[in-house]
T-cell receptor, first 110, second 114 residues
Framework: TQLLEQSPQFLSIQEGENLTVYCNSSSVFSSLQWYRQEPGEGPVLLVTVVTGGEVKKLKRLTFQFGDARKDSSLHITAAQPGDTGLYLCAGPSGTYKYIFGTGTRLKVLA | DAGVIQSPRHEVTEMGQEVTLRCKPISGHNSLFWYRQTMMRGLELLIYFNNNVPIDDSGMPEDRFSAKMPNASFSTLKIQPSEPRDSAVYFC????????????FGPGTRLTVT
C-alpha cells in the first residue's frame, strides 16, 4: 500500500521566518504534486514535480523531488500570513488515482 | 470561467435521512472525482468518473453511498440513510484529461449528521 507521510503535522511560525515541510514514502512515485488548501476551500494545485532531483520555484516557494523519487520537500522563504493553510502532497496510484498525504497545517502569525 | 460548483455548501441532517450532494464540473473536463476529507483519515477518493461513466467506485465506503453522473455537467453523491460517522467535508474535483494530472477542486460541502 502506498502511503505519503507529511511532517510536521502542525507548524506555527512568525511572519518573515523560513520553513520546510516534508513528504515521505517508502514507495517510488513517477511524480508528486503539492496543493495548498485554505480554510473553507478546496485544495489548489501549486506544482507537479516529475524528475528525480528536480527543483521548481514558485515565487517564495521552492519544491524539490528526491533523487530516488520517494520524497519531496517544500521550502517557504520569508513566510507571510497569506501562506497559512493546509499543505498536501499527492502522488499517482495507478492510471487515474492520486493518493494524498496526511498534510501539514501551517499558521503564519503577523 | 467558473470553477467547480458544489451545493449545498453546508448540510446538517439527522441520522437516517437521505442526503444528496451536487456538483457541476468545469465545462470541457471529462474526469470527475468525489473525495471525502476528515481529520482522522485525510482526503480519500470515493469514486471516479470518466466521460460520465463510473470507472472506479472502490472507495465508496458502503452501499449507503451512491453516485451518478447523468451528463457531462452534473453529478450527485447520495447517502441513504446517513449516519453520524458520515460527517465530513465532501469535495468534487474535475480534470481535463482521462486522469488526475490536473484536478480542480470545488469548495466542498460540509456535512454534519446528528
Amino acid at each position: 500500500t502506498q502511503l505519503l507521510e507529511q511532517s510536521p503535522q502542525f507548524l506555527s511560525i512568525q511572519e518573515g521566518e523560513n520553513l520546510t515541510v516534508y513528504c515521505n514514502s517508502s514507495s517510488v512515485f513517477s511524480s508528486l504534486q503539492w496543493y495548498r488548501q485554505e480554510p473553507g476551500e478546496g485544495p489548489v494545485l501549486l506544482v507537479t514535480v516529475v524528475t528525480g532531483g528536480e527543483v521548481k520555484k514558485l515565487k517564495r516557494l521552492t519544491f524539490q523531488f528526491g533523487d530516488a523519487r520517494k520524497d519531496s520537500s517544500l521550502h517557504i522563504t520569508a513566510a507571510q500570513p497569506g501562506d497559512t493553510g493546509l499543505y498536501l502532497c499527492a502522488g499517482p496510484s495507478g492510471t487515474y488515482k492520486y493518493i494524498f498525504g496526511t498534510g501539514t497545517r501551517l499558521k503564519v502569525l503577523a | 470561467d467558473a470553477g467547480v460548483i458544489q451545493s449545498p455548501r453546508h448540510e446538517v441532517t439527522e441520522m437516517g435521512q437521505e442526503v444528496t450532494l451536487r456538483c457541476k464540473p468545469i465545462s470541457g473536463h471529462n474526469s470527475l472525482f468525489w473525495y471525502r476529507q476528515t481529520m482522522m483519515r485525510g482526503l480519500e477518493l470515493l469514486i471516479y468518473f470518466n466521460n460520465n461513466v463510473p470507472i472506479d467506485d472502490s472507495g465508496m465506503p458502503e452501499d449507503r453511498f451512491s453516485a451518478k453522473m447523468p451528463n457531462a455537467s452534473f453529478s450527485t453523491l447520495k447517502i441513504q440513510p446517513s449516519e453520524p460517522r458520515d460527517s465530513a467535508v465532501y469535495f468534487c474535483a474535475s480534470g481535463p484529461m482521462g486522469g488526475p494530472y490536473e484536478q480542480y477542486f470545488g469548495p466542498g460541502t460540509r456535512l454534519t449528521v446528528t
